[in-house]
């Protein structure tokens, strides 16, 4: 089955700086790839997706990138906020006639520093 | 905001007892889906319906886990006979099935077994 690796596992940058995390995923057949950010006591929100056939989108500050050959993909926060601390999870879908069953990478918990 | 509704929030019970956990999805999406989330983890799937046909259920679904989706509305996730283990944020999202795309995930029932 599919497993999503993602690193790192904590980030700290100083507000106004860019920051980077990175997944890996291992099922060649997944071809959806949402990012996920996680509030303390709250669900994942979904901030910005990819679909294999998209080498790259970008939506205001945040963007994602995807090597299919790789089967790696990045998500990318510039200019970054207070309000980005969070922790933002990657995952990895087949998407099918029947649902689409993501699977999340571990984790990875950004503050940023004022 | 009719957003993915779950209840209760939080849930503290015996070891041995049944708790039931309740989630009302987005009214137009049919499709709902459960997960589970333990501390420092990325969400794991446990089951998905599609109106209220039960389509895919994960490994992770013991014998003592069942849920249901009567008419195709708001779905329950039962556990029998608690264990310490089953501790965890017990999650729902949901989706339309129109399109290719994220869930929306509800703020999570948190489930502390004594």
Known sequence: ?114 | DTGVSQDPRHKITKRGQNVTFRCDPISEHNRLYWYRQTLGQGPEFLTYFQNEAQLEKSRLLSDRFSAERPKGSFSTLEIQRTEQGDSAMYLCASSFSGGIGGYTFGSGTRLTVV
């Open chain 1, 1 to 114: 089955g599919e497993n999503v690796e993602q690193h790192p596992s904590t980030l700290s940058v100083q507000e106004g700086d860019s920051a980077v995390i990175k997944c890996t995923y291992s099922d060649s057949a997944s071809n959806y790839f949402p990012w996920y950010k996680q509030e303390l006591g709250k669900g994942p929100q979904l901030i910005i997706d990819i679909r294999s056939n998209v080498g790259e989108k970008k939506d205001q500050r945040i963007a994602v990138t995807l090597n299919k050959t790789a089967k790696h993909f990045s998500l990318h926060i510039t200019e970054t906020q207070p309000e980005d601390s969070a922790v933002y999870f990657c995952a990895a879908s087949r998407v099918g006639n029947y649902g689409q069953n993501f699977v999340f990478g571990p984790g990875t918990r950004l503050s940023v520093l004022p």
